[in-house]
């Protein structure tokens, strides 16, 4: 158990962290620069310590090609983008909605059934969105019932990752590596990443405001999210189910607020609360069996 709070409590801070990152280099750039790094990193590690290929076979390019492009380059291309001007908390809440995502994707690519209870909790999980995705300026205070583009962009990118593990899970089933996958994913969207950054971005001025602290802190980065949590990440699929894991993901957010307010200095508002509750509820509903009676 104890293992399990550890990993999300090293994912929220991935989110503090990427914010200060973002503050000395631009958003595509930092994509790109780390991905193509984890990347290589990922498939140098593969190459040494095993002796199976780390090329995809060809009937399975297209599947590679779909967690390049959702696993990596949208879903990471919309969170920076948004994160780059909201508050870290307000992203790791979103965030908090990818089992209702994931319970969606489930129905129509699985064929899983849903009874009441699960869509009595998901539209109680997306109404519980609404007082921070209606709160304009989040991170200090601002207006009810104002609302921008960023938040639209951001959910984008939580259906893109979502959808992405459900490729994941397909390619693992063929008997490739979670590292692999990965690896090669990573590298591929980071390319992408750097294109887009070219495009964007433009080279007239250094996507890099100041190189060294940028460095530093996209290596603790790299380390946290893309060696650490992911792996064990991992591990912890093996130890307890699917069902339990995104149940605990509500400690995101937790965290994620401590370390907005600890580190960035963001202010926390009612709002916040309010919807972290009904959230919270709501996935308790959608996952917890003694609820049964409502709908009996």
Same mark, same amino acid.
């Given at each position: ?7 999300? +409590? ?6 503090? %962290? &990427? ?13 790109? #620069?780390?991905? %193509?790094?984890?990347? !290589? #990193? ?33 879903? #990471?291309?919309?969170?920076? =983008?948004?994160?780059?001007?909201? &508050? ?27 009874? =009441? ?16 995705? #209606?709160?304009?300026?989040?991170? @200090?205070? *601002? ?13 984008? +990118?939580?259906? /893109? +990752? ?14 490739? /590596? ?5 690896? !090669? /994913?990573?590298?591929?969207?980071? %390319? ?8 964007? @971005? *433009? %080279? ?30 991992? =591990? ?5 189910? !699917? ?10 957010? !937790? ?9 960035? *200095? ?8 309010? /919807? ?16 049964? =009676?409502?709908?009996?």
């Amino acid at each position: 158990m104890f293992l399990v709070v550890l990993a999300y +409590a090293i994912l929220a801070s991935t989110f503090t %962290v &990427a914010k200060i990152v973002l503050s000395y280099a631009k958003p595509f750039f930092v994509i790109g #620069f780390r991905m %193509v790094l984890s990347g !290589i #990193f990922l498939l140098t590690f593969l190459r040494l310590t095993s002796k199976n290929r780390i090329l995809p076979k060809r009937r399975d390019l297209f599947l590679f090609f779909k967690v390049t492009l959702f696993h990596i380059y949208l879903a #990471f291309i919309f969170e920076f =983008w948004a994160l780059a001007k909201m &508050a870290s908390s307000k992203v790791t809440l979103i965030y908090s909605i990818t089992p209702f995502v994931a319970a969606i994707f489930s129905y129509f690519l699985l064929r899983e059934h849903l009874g =009441w209870r699960k869509l009595l909790g998901m539209v109680l999980g997306f109404l519980g969105l609404l007082p921070v995705l #209606f709160v304009k300026n989040y991170s @200090e205070g *601002g207006e009810f019932l104002r609302f921008s583009g960023r938040e639209i962009i951001l959910l984008f +990118a939580v259906v /893109s +990752a979502t959808y992405a593990w459900f490729v994941i899970k397909e390619l693992m089933q063929k008997n490739y /590596s979670f590292l692999m996958i990965n690896g !090669i /994913s990573m590298f591929c969207g980071g %390319v992408l990443a750097f294109i887009t950054s070219l495009v964007f @971005e *433009g %080279v007239k001025t250094s996507p890099i405001y100041n190189f060294w602290p940028f460095l530093g802190w996209l290596l603790l980065l790299i380390l946290l999210a893309n060696v650490v949590f992911y792996n064990l990440y991992a =591990w912890l699929l093996k130890q307890y189910s !699917i069902t339990f894991l995104t149940f605990a993901g509500l400690l995101t957010p !937790i965290f994620g607020s401590f370390y907005g307010w600890f580190f960035l *200095g963001e202010k926390i508002t009612w709002h916040y609360f309010l /919807s972290l509750g009904v959230v919270s509820f709501a996935v308790y509903l959608f996952y917890s069996k003694k609820c049964k =009676w409502l709908f009996n």
